[in-house]
C-alpha cells in the first residue's frame, strides 16, 4: 500500500482529472497527504499524523471515490480561498454534461483537494 505514487504536482491533478490514474492510486495519494500510512510489519494504518477530526471520523482512511460523505469532509476541509483552483491555475473547465458523475465529481473533489495541498505546503 502506498507505494509507487505519482509526484505531487500538475500532471499528477490532470491526470486525476482526465481518469488516466485509476482510483485506488487517487485514494492513496489523498491519504499519503492527509497523513496515513499503512505500517507493513503489523498489516495495519497508522494515523498518528492524520488530523484529529480525520482521526476520530475515519481511524482507517476512507475510499473517496465509492463514498459520498468522507468526500464532503475533503471538500469542506479545502480553504475558500483555494475552492477555484482547478479553474484558476490548471484552466480546467469541468465536465460536459451527461458525461460524468458521482466517480469523476469526486475523483474532481480529490484533486482540488490535492491542488489545494500543493498550494499551501509546496
Known sequence: MLTNLPPLNTDTIWAILREEIDDAT???LV????????DEQNQSWNSDNVAEDWQEKYPQPPDFIV???PTVKLTRSIPSENKQLLKEKLGFKGYKL?????RQTRRATAASWLLSYMQRRC
Open 67 to 69: 463514498n459520498r460523505p
Open 26 to 28: 487517487v485514494n492513496q
Open 31 to 38: 491519504w499519503y497527504y492527509l497523513g496515513y500510512r499503512y
Open 98 to 102: 451527461g458525461e460524468f458523475g458521482p
